[in-house]
């Protein structure tokens, strides 16, 4: 359950006629730590989801979300294991993933993103007074962490949510982190100036679901009250119909001579009724913007 969802469900017992003291309990007690399976788990907290794998010898986390949750993060971390060796792992350069990262630092973890994350988050910081550290271990193509017996491997399939995302998968666990290239039924931020390619990104996400198998569980940076922050392979192939969807669209209104605000001016496809926006800019007029703008920049 994210953030949203916690605040959501309490107003509703709060309003609402079903106001039992032990759900009431329950619900404050749930998260925001979630164990998922073979000491691997996600975190809510604020931001994108963190996922976390811990063993007697190392704590490996993925994502840092911003100071105050990571700080959380960090000491609530310890009743499920307190390994020496610790590790974290940036899935892509937005705040909402790397703003925890000088916690994480301090607590002597070693931070590991895809080679261009440096250099977008160098970038999108500028202007801010706070110097949030990036990953000192890059990688071009894939990195693996062995722990315990847990293999934790980051890879990079090409530009889609931005110039610089990996997958993180847990191979003993079967989980894999998506970072931001599933925001599950809500309209997802796509980082053009920072890289990003719809197109890509369809393609990625098919190579992930054939990568993945029925059993995989994955972990997404993050959901809608209703589908929540985890989800399966089928979930990650809605999000690939999703985008191609936005391209279907984007390339019928162009062939059929309408302008960017005819093409961009729908706020929902009867196709995906779940999708949820949150204000303007994770909308999907904002999608359809972008979209249209990948796809003039061919001609
Ligand atoms: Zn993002």
Do not use: C
Request: net charge negative.
């Amino acid at each position: 359950m994210n953030r949203k969802a916690f605040i959501q469900n309490f107003s509703l017992l709060s309003a609402g006629a079903i106001a039992a003291p032990s759900l009431l309990t329950r619900v404050f007690q749930e998260g925001p730590f979630y164990p998922l399976r073979n000491g691997a788990g996600y975190f809510t907290g604020r931001g994108g989801t963190i996922g976390w794998f811990v063993t007697d010898d190392a704590i490996v986390v993925i994502d840092s979300q911003f100071r105050n949750s990571a700080e959380e993060f960090i000491s609530g971390i310890t009743t499920y294991g307190n390994g020496p060796t610790r590790f974290l792992f940036n899935t892509h350069h937005h705040g909402d993933h790397v703003s925890g990262n000088g916690a994480f630092a301090e607590s002597d973890y070693r931070i590991i993103a895809h080679q261009n994350v440096p250099e977008l988050q160098q970038q999108a910081s500028q202007g801010n007074d706070e110097v949030i550290p990036s990953a000192s271990i890059t990688f071009e193509d894939e990195f693996s962490i062995d722990a315990g017996d847990e293999q934790i491997t980051a890879k990079y399939y090409g530009n889609a949510h931005t110039g610089g995302d990996s997958v993180i998968w847990f191979s003993n666990s079967n989980i894999a982190h998506m970072g931001d290239l599933v925001f599950n039924r809500w309209y997802p931020f796509i980082d053009r100036p920072g890289g990003a390619s719809v197109r890509g990104w369809i393609t990625l996400l098919e190579t992930v679901a054939d990568e993945a198998d029925s059993d995989t569980l994955f972990i997404f940076g993050h959901g809608n009250s209703d589908f929540g922050v985890t989800g399966d392979r089928s979930d990650v192939l809605y999000m690939r119909d999703f985008l191609a969807k936005l391209i279907e669209h984007t390339e019928a209104g162009l062939a059929a001579g309408l302008s960017r605000e005819e093409i961009t001016s729908v706020n929902q496809f009867e196709e995906f009724p779940n999708h949820q926006s949150a204000g303007s800019r994770l909308s999907l007029p904002a999608n359809l913007s972008v979209v249209y703008d990948e796809l003039t920049a061919d001609e």
